[in-house]
């Protein structure tokens, strides 16, 4: 399991967009999820798939980013190169840490 974190607007949706070929984040309320997302990538080469976790980046959403932190096996956390770290970067990474 893949959970896909940062602060709200930078790009994790869209991110996950182009892995799964979709159009989610356009389809948004605001651009903004508000809901912890999930997909599946099956990868038959090696008989084993990928789950990847979209969750909340508006500071409303702390305790869903906790929780996609929980049951993760990885994170990636995304950084909008024009806005740099900002408050739930932040905090994203310290749920990571705190998941262990």
């Known amino acids: 399991v893949v959970a896909v974190m940062g602060h709200v607007d930078h ?3 869209t991110l996950l ?3 799964r070929q ?5 389809g948004e309320a605001g651009g903004i999820t508000q809901h912890i997302g999930a997909f599946v990538v099956h990868l038959p080469e090696v008989n ?6 979209d969750t909340p ?3 409303a959403f702390s305790a ?8 993760t096996d990885l994170v ?3 950084v909008a190169a ?3 770290v900002m408050a739930q970067t932040r905090e994203a990474l310290a749920h990571a840490r705190a998941a262990g």
């Open 64 to 71: 869903m980013r906790a929780r996609g932190a929980r049951v």
């Open 57 to 59: 980046g508006h500071a």
């Open 82 to 84: 024009d806005d740099g």
């Open 48 to 53: 084993s798939a990928l789950t990847f976790l």
């Open 17 to 19: 967009d182009t892995l």
């Open 22 to 26: 979709a159009t989610v984040a356009a």
């Open 11 to 13: 790009g994790k949706t």
């Open 76 to 78: 990636v956390l995304v």
